[in-house]
Nanobody
Framework: QVQLVESGGGLVQAGGSLRLSCAAS????????LGWFRQAPGKEREFVTA???????YYVDSVKGRFTISRDNGKNTVYLQMNSLKPEDTAVYYC????????????????WGQGTQVTVSS
């Protein structure tokens, strides 16, 4: 059983930065595709970014150039560096893992964290 635990969320002013971490336990981390999703109040969960086991990356257009996903297989951790944050980035951010290359489809990820709140004030 794989467990994912996110951390690093918080309150930040527009234009600021945050770095989210997601630590995994169980399974073989280096073989997983990993993704970050977010869900704002009253909205559906949406894809943000993903990274394959070969470190190929994929971003939704709204975060390209501002967010960076990375992974450290030695620490079983995936990161999301978020720069130039905007109020519309406010959401609960979830990390996900699965035996996929990298995908924006939430249904293809087998494991999910509990989420971490990111709030961007204007």
């Amino acid at each position: 059983q794989v467990q994912l635990v996110e951390s690093g969320g918080g309150l930040v002013q527009a234009g600021g930065s945050l770095r989210l971490s997601c630590a995994a336990s169980g399974g073989i981390f280096s073989t997983y595709g990993l993704g970050w999703f977010r869900q704002a109040p009253g909205k559906e969960r949406e894809f943000v970014t993903a990274i394959s086991w070969t470190a190929s990356t994929y971003y939704v257009d709204s975060v390209k150039g501002r967010f960076t996903i990375s992974r450290d297989n030695g620490k079983n951790t995936v990161y999301l560096q978020m720069n130039s944050l905007k109020p519309e980035d406010t959401a609960v951010y979830y990390c996900a893992a699965g035996y996929v290359s990298f995908t924006a489809k939430a249904s293809e990820y087998a494991y999910w964290g509990q989420g971490t709140q990111v709030t961007v004030s204007s």
